[in-house]
Nanobody, 125 residues
Framework: QVQLVESGGGLAQAGGSLRLSCAAS????????MGWFRQAPGKEREFVAS????????YYTASVKGRFIMSRDNDKKTVSLRMDSLKPEDTAVYYC??????????????????WGQGTQVTVSS
């Protein structure tokens, strides 16, 4: 069983930065692929970024590529999402997710077994 707790959300101005963190419990964290997803008001939850078990491979949705960076620290059992050049359209609840099914990056929500409670990110124009 894995528990995920996100932190670091808040309010930022357009062009600003925020850093989200996700703390995980569980023995097998270092073997899990990890992902970030987001859900904006009135929209379905969507993929943002994923990182493989080693941290050497990442994958981003096109709208955040070049602005967001995902990383992980297996010793500390944490993943982070550095968000720069924020835009109002980045406003959403951001969720951390873990998958026990693969070591590699994963895009599909159905591939993830564990989810955090979410953290709100609001970007003002």
């Amino acid at each position: 069983q894995v528990q995920l707790v996100e932190s670091g959300g808040g309010l930022a101005q357009a062009g600003g930065s925020l850093r989200l963190s996700c703390a995980a419990s569980g023995r097998s964290f270092r073997s899990y692929a990890m992902g970030w997803f987001r859900q904006a008001p009135g929209k379905e939850r969507e993929f943002v970024a994923s990182i493989d078990w080693s941290g050497r491979s990442t994958y981003y949705t096109a709208s955040v590529k070049g602005r967001f960076i995902m990383s992980r620290d297996n010793d500390k059992k944490t993943v982070s999402l550095r968000m720069d050049s924020l835009k109002p359209e980045d406003t959403a609840v951001y969720y951390c997710a873990a998958s026990s099914r693969s070591y590699n990056v994963l895009v599909g929500q159905g591939e993830y077994d564990y989810w955090g409670q979410g953290t709100q990110v609001t970007v003002s124009s």
